[in-house]
């Protein structure tokens, strides 16, 4: 089965930017531009941040955004602050047979 | 504004079936297509599958022997069923909307389900 690679953690100071990384293979995250990435605080449930690469929903903060390049896509977020403390996952579609893959998560702490 | 709840047995026995409902309110289950999603405590998301509200279904390729998705547009709800269940099926279970495929936009809170004894 695909598989979608994140680092485990990152993390950075208020004010800062930091940017996650989510790497498939040209069968997923190269194909197609349906990717969007997830933020999920302790015990609650996950949050649509950005969808379809780069477009944000309606009221999330216009320090999300995302982008992709060949079979890595990327969230980032700038001018961190405190509650942006949370654990993110992309996602992607890989087709009609494995169709929707989670990467491994990244926790992201604000320092 | 859409509201989803996931409602079920929060221990079910091995070897047996889980089944959980998630009922949808504020909008009708009659467009968009309608996903379950699993947490392993302290692990990373992990896709299950989705019904369209005809019926129509796709399922993780790791799972599709085992589970079955079903719709009830009369009740607004839809139901997951995963059969012959150990220990690693012990999960949060999460339904989820999506109208472009991997953009879950509304999520219900979750429901933890425990395999064991």
């Known amino acids: 089965q695909s598989a979608l690679t994140q680092p485990a953690s990152v993390s950075g100071s208020p004010g800062q930017s930091i940017t996650i990384s989510c790497t498939g293979t040209s069968s997923d995250v190269g194909s197609y531009n349906l990717v969007s990435w997830y933020q999920q605080h302790p015990g609650k449930a996950p949050k649509l941040m950005i969808y379809?690469?780069?477009k944000r929903p309606s009221g999330v903060s216009n320090r999300f955004s995302g982008s992709k390049s060949g079979i890595t896509a990327s969230l980032t977020i700038s001018g961190l602050q405190a509650e942006d403390e949370a654990d993110y996952y992309c996602c992607v579609y890989a087709g009609s047979t494995i169709v929707v893959v989670f990467g491994g998560g990244t926790k992201l702490t604000v320092l | 504004q859409v509201q989803l709840q996931e409602s079920g047995p929060g221990l079910v026995k091995p070897s047996e079936t889980l089944s959980l409902t998630c009922t949808v309110s504020g909008g009708s289950i009659n467009s968009y297509f309608w996903n379950w999603i699993r947490q392993p405590p302290g692990k990373g998301l992990e896709w299950i599958g989705y019904?369209?509200?005809?019926?129509?279904?796709n399922y993780n390729p790791s799972l599709k022997s085992r589970v079955s998705i079903s719709v009830d547009t009369s009740k607004n709800q839809f139901s997951l069923e995963l059969s012959s269940v150990t220990a690693a099926d012990t999960a949060v279970y999460y339904c989820a909307r999506h109208g472009t495929i991997t953009n879950f936009d509304y999520w219900g809170q979750g429901s933890l389900v425990t395999v064991s004894s």
């Open positions: 379809e690469v780069n």
């Open positions: 019904i369209y509200y005809n019926g129509n279904t």
